[in-house]
């Protein structure tokens, strides 16, 4: 079993606490299913000239969690050490908490810097930005996209402007709203997730880009299943893990949508 990151440090009164919905993505991605499948699409081949350097986009990365497992485990998931993680967050708190999860979590695992620049060798190049959803990215840009949504459905999306997240810290009112867009999602649950859709086409690479995304069962994620197959050639989808625990109607899953570039046994 790989290790969990600490998140010792993380202010809960500001940042969502790591959960079932978190520790559901760590054991997705360290499944050998998905690791099997992530590994065919990004390890080296010793034969041909090295592919680039995956990039991995952690959306909304709250404690960090996700995206140091990802990291720090990059061996074992990707195939490969030379990962380059990212992560966005309108919290800018959990952007702080991020970087310090990542860099504990990386410092157990390689002897270089989570911060150094790309030189070749086993480095990552960690950038945490302040940033809502993918907007910082260019297009084609990512090659594998986390996201653990805002999933629980409510009358409506607290607001989620950044100068929101630069307001005066540590009022009883503004913890609470930064705690809430982490998990306020709307419509079914589904307004930022809906908007995290309309933005793959774009931000994934065009070959190899993938995405993990968390749904609960009243997001409805088979009628999300479908409505991404209708998205048409070159596109597939499919519900790659469901919780075996049932807390009411939060029963979790999280589906994988990828780019086809061949076929696969996965």
């Known amino acids: 079993m790989l290790p969990t990151p600490s998140t010792a440090h993380v202010d809960l009164n500001r940042i969502y606490e790591p959960s079932e919905d978190s520790y559901l993505l760590l054991d997705t991605l360290s499944?050998?299913?998905?690791?099997?499948?992530?590994?065919h699409r990004f390890s080296q081949n010793s034969t041909a000239a090295p592919d680039p350097a995956p990039v991995v986009l952690e959306v909304g990365t709250g404690s960090g969690v996700v995206l140091a497992f990802a990291t720090a485990?990059?061996?074992?998931?990707?195939?490969?050490?030379?990962?380059?993680?990212?992560?966005?967050?309108?919290?800018?708190?959990?952007?702080?908490a991020t970087r310090q999860t990542v860099l504990g979590a990386s410092q157990g695992h390689n002897d270089n810097s989570a911060l150094a620049s790309k030189s070749g060798g086993n480095t990552m190049l960690l950038a945490i930005l302040n940033a809502d959803l993918t907007n910082p990215m260019r297009l084609g840009m990512v090659d594998?996209?986390?996201f653990n949504p805002p999933y629980v459905p409510s009358s409506d999306v607290p607001e989620a402007?950044?100068?929101?997240?630069k307001s005066t810290a540590g009022s009883f009112e503004h913890d609470?709203?930064?705690?809430t867009l982490s998990y306020e999602g709307g419509v079914d649950g589904m307004e930022v997730t809906n908007r995290l859709l309309e933005q793959l086409p774009e931000v994934l690479d065009c070959?190899?880009?993938?995405?993990?995304?968390?749904?609960?069962?009243?997001?409805?994620?088979?009628?999300?299943?479908?409505?991404?197959?209708?998205?048409?050639?070159?596109?597939?989808?499919?519900?790659?893990v469901r919780s075996g625990k049932v807390a009411g109607w939060e029963k979790l899953c999280i589906i994988r949508i990828w780019r086809i570039q061949e076929a696969t046994p996965f």
Request: charged share 20%; glycine share 6%.
């Open 144 to 146: 594998v996209l986390i």
């Open 31 to 39: 499944s050998p299913s998905e690791t099997a499948f992530l590994t």
């Open 176 to 179: 609470s709203q930064l705690l």
């Open 161 to 165: 402007t950044l100068s929101n997240a």
């Open 73 to 96: 485990n990059a061996r074992s998931i990707f195939g490969r050490d030379d990962i380059l993680a990212i992560g966005t967050d309108v919290n800018r708190f959990a952007c702080q």
């Open 207 to 240: 070959e190899r880009g993938v995405a993990y995304i968390l749904l609960c069962q009243q997001n409805r994620p088979e009628e999300v299943v479908k409505r991404i197959h209708d998205w048409g050639e070159g596109w597939s989808v499919e519900i790659v």
